[in-house]
């Protein structure tokens, strides 16, 4: 028995043809749906990247006790699990974090692996002058953004793009490998992850007219671009989802020819999706967890079973990819692990509800109809804490500011007897001026009107607690959600109500630049230049005081007061306007 599982990174189920787009080309996707069980309820857990890849492999949610970080030295890891039982594992990546601070411990699990290079900042070519790089949307141009136009001048072919690198090497092993047994590929690419870099080919199949700067790579933020703009930038998306189409088929068409049906597991999943300027939103992390970005396409022919052409509805999970690999290989499955098998054979229930989110984020919870996202409970988004045996973050190690108090905390159910070091944790944006929303998928599948029900957010909120108990998630949790740690979920525990206003000021629509006065200064014009202007600054100085002489200046300077604002929330609406009108004078 042999398994290949091909996962993309920011998939987006909404933009396949086997989940009702009729506009992307991506005919592969839908040669796949007639060869698998297509689920039709899969939800992410924990995000982004890495969180996503730690459930992948130890089966369990990640986000309630840590951020972003590598392998634990207690977690059970499900290659190695397999490697231990003598199913031979390889990863074939270009997904640059494996290879950073925050995920280093990953790719080691596997008996081989090979990394391609490149993507998105990738620090991979060296090279001391500046690369030329054309007028661009993007604001935030952080190091990663120079980088990556280096990086751009060594994939100018589709042979050499790291996705079709990646593929290469994923059926060389499959070419080398597929008349011996017990063996495991993850063929793995970073794409369709911004930035949407893909070949004329690709764009060619999405023709149309535009002539505004470039634009490839969306800021987390809400929109402030034109119409325009926007639908240019879903258009790159689409071209590199038709790149990953053709990727696709290439394994489809080597399982053909190798005649592998019979006797190989096909999983084809990914971790999040990505919003596109849907809900006025670009990104993931500093909103919500919406639909767009966690109800996910999967797709798997199990060759025991047979299941080609079917959709299953019942509601599954990231946590799920590793007891059905486990499970496949006749490998014992970890009592730590929270996942279960996916239903392949019949449609039946694996759980009544699941969690999904982000470390100091919402936590949220669905039944499949219902989804509860629950906000903090105060504005500080207190306590929170991470716990950890490995602190590092993405790109680096925890500070000796940050381990300065660290605390020795109670071992976890699934820590195997080891404590952990607890620190204060910390989050970029806070969850809680979006507010408790609770949505009904069935009246409202796109998330627009989040309703207020007592009696459903009552169930919601205690299906959530069941699950914070069951995942043994830290007690600071409770306190930070305004949940009971023992007993029952009452009237007094909910949140929507309370928090409607709240939620309601964060749903409001960011007032277009073009609604705002222009004139040598506007709302668009970078930070850096208002404050090196003499007469500019003083106006920042008057309204917007924090950003004069902060050292956030090196990070935020490439950007707007509009993209700032579309960014964090810092400026009221009238504090926007009495900016525009001051600069506009000038």
């Not at 986000?63 to 490697?83: A, I, Q, T, V």
């Not at 149309?208 to 879903?234: K, L, N, S």
Request: hydrophobic letters at 35%; aromatic letters at 10%; glycine letters at 6%.
């Amino acid at each position: 028995m042999k398994a290949i599982m091909v996962m993309f990174d920011s998939l987006n189920r909404h933009m396949l043809p086997p989940y009702g787009c009729d506009w992307t080309h991506a005919p592969n996707f839908a040669r796949l749906a007639e060869r698998t069980a297509t689920f039709d309820n899969c939800y992410a857990g924990s995000m982004p990247c890495m969180p996503a890849r730690r459930e992948i492999h130890t089966g369990r949610y990640n986000f309630l006790h840590r951020s972003w970080g590598p392998l634990e030295p207690f977690d059970d890891s499900m290659p190695e699990l397999l490697k231990r039982a003598g199913v031979y594992t390889h990863l074939a990546s270009d997904h640059p974090h494996y290879w950073e601070d925050g995920g280093a411990t990953y790719h080691g699990r596997y008996n081989t692996w090979e990394f391609f290079r490149g993507q998105e900042g990738d620090a991979w070519k060296g090279q001391v002058a500046t690369p030329d790089m054309p007028e661009d949307v993007k604001e935030m141009r952080l190091e990663g953004y120079r980088q990556d136009w280096v990086n751009r001048q060594y994939m100018q072919t589709e042979d050499k793009h790291p996705q079709t690198l990646t593929f290469d090497a994923g059926l060389d092993y499959i070419r080398t490998n597929h008349d011996q047994d017990r063996w495991f590929v993850q063929i793995e690419t970073f794409d369709p992850h911004e930035p949407f870099f893909s070949h004329q080919q690709y764009k060619d199949l999405y023709p149309h007219d535009y002539d505004g700067p470039h634009f490839d790579w969306p800021d987390y933020r809400q929109v402030t671009e034109t119409d325009e703009q926007v639908r240019h930038a879903r258009l790159e998306y689409a071209a590199l989802l038709s790149m990953c189409d053709r990727s696709l088929g290439r394994v489809l068409d080597l399982m053909d020819e190798q005649n592998m049906w019979d006797d190989t597991l096909l999983i084809v999943n990914t971790d999040h999706g990505l919003l596109l300027g849907e809900k006025n939103w670009w990104g993931k992390s500093v909103q919500p967890w919406y639909n767009e970005l966690v109800h996910l396409p999967l797709f798997v022919w199990d060759p025991r079973h047979g299941v080609a052409g079917e959709r299953r509805e019942a509601l599954v999970q990231t946590i799920d990819l590793a007891p059905t690999l486990l499970d496949f290989f006749g490998v014992d499955i970890p009592a730590d692990v929270r996942g279960a098998p996916l239903p392949v054979t019949t449609d039946e229930p694996v759980r009544e509800a699941g969690l999904f989110g982000i470390h100091g984020g919402h936590v949220n919870v669905t039944d499949g109809r219902y989804v509860y996202m629950r906000a903090p409970v105060s504005p500080d988004n207190t306590p929170l804490y991470e716990h950890t045996l490995m602190p590092t973050h993405m790109r680096g190690r925890f500070t000796p500011a940050e381990l300065a108090g660290l605390e020795l905390a109670e071992p976890f159910a699934f820590s195997k007897g080891v404590r952990t070091i607890r620190t204060t944790g910390q989050t970029f944006f806070n969850p809680y001026r979006f507010g408790t929303l609770l949505f009904d998928l069935d009246a409202d599948p796109e998330q627009r009107a989040p309703i207020v029900d007592d009696a459903v957010e009552l169930r919601m909120a205690g299906l959530l607690v069941d699950l914070l108990r069951a995942t043994d998630a830290p007690p600071s949790q409770y306190e930070r959600l305004g949940l009971p740690a023992t007993g029952s979920v009452t009237e007094q525990h909910l949140l929507v109500r309370t928090q409607r206003g709240q939620a309601e000021k964060a749903q409001e629509p960011l007032p277009r630049p073009e609604d705002f006065p222009s004139g040598r200064f506007s709302l668009r014009t970078p930070i850096s230049t208002l404050v090196s202007d003499p007469m500019a600054v003083e106006v920042l100085r008057t309204h917007a005081p924090t950003l004069v002489d902060t050292e956030l200046l090196q990070m935020i300077g490439s950007t707007s007061l509009i993209s700032l604002a579309a960014m964090s929330a810092e400026f009221p609406k009238d504090t926007l306007r009495v900016l525009a009108e001051e600069l506009a004078t000038l």
